[in-house]
């Protein structure tokens, strides 16, 4: 004896079935969407070094904290386009962080420094804030009239210079009567050195001090 089903009972069997496997699909689905993504992020980050160029970036990064997008594609012999896609993908996958500084953007290794020492180390990687730096730890206590003449620039833009240092935890200007001194950062106990910047025979015999 055979059984013949009516086509609407059928049908909501059918559907019944669906219904329960797009059920089981949906439950699947929400419990192990989250660790199947992590898995597959996981595997797109370990495979990111794996372009021989990527790698080699990376470890330029590394090697010398602050590089900037230009001095990578000189020293890597790419072109800016190409080198700055390889940093977008290892800065997407946490591999390097960037600092912009005006008129550069500078790249740190995630792994081995933090973000507020790579701001000061992007800053001294503009010439005029890193020899104005380099001077005032040579000969604490320098006016700023003084730095002005050494650097080549006004007293102006010196004292731009020294407070954009001074911001950054880099030095610190201390008033002397009239004159602005600068020491290095952080040291209370400065005082300022004997004054060669006074003397031409000094100067002529160390001209740039930097």
């Given amino acids: 004896m055979s059984i ?8 909501a069997g059918a559907a019944a079935g669906a219904g329960t496997v797009g059920g089981l699909g949906y439950l699947f689905w929400k419990h192990l969407r989250w660790p199947l993504v992590g898995l597959f992020s996981r595997l797109v980050r370990d495979r990111a070094l ?3 160029r ?3 970036i990376m470890d330029l990064v590394q090697d010398d904290p602050g590089i900037h997008l230009s001095g990578i594609a000189k020293t890597l012999h790419l072109g800016q386009g190409h080198a700055l896609y390889h940093l977008g993908v290892l800065q997407r996958e946490g591999f390097v962080f960037s600092v912009a500084t005006p008129g550069l953007r500078c790249y740190f290794s995630s792994a081995k420094i933090d973000a507020s020492k790579a701001r000061r180390l992007a800053l001294l990687r503009q010439e005029p804030l890193r020899r104005l730096h380099e001077l005032v730890r040579a000969s604490p206590g320098r006016p ?3 730095c002005a003449q050494a650097l080549g620039v006004s007293g102006p833009r010196t004292s731009k210079l020294a407070r954009t240092l001074e911001s950054e935890g880099l030095l610190e200007r201390r008033r002397q009567g009239r004159e602005t001194l600068l020491f290095p950062a952080g040291d209370a106990d400065a005082r300022p050195t004997m004054r060669p910047w006074q003397s031409s025979s000094a100067t002529a015999a160390n001209p740039t001090s930097v």
């Fill in 4 to 11: 013949i089903l009516a086509p609407g009972i059928m049908m």
């Fill in 50 to 52: 794996d372009q021989p």
């Fill in 54 to 56: 990527r790698r080699n």
């Fill in 144 to 146: 700023v009239a003084a």
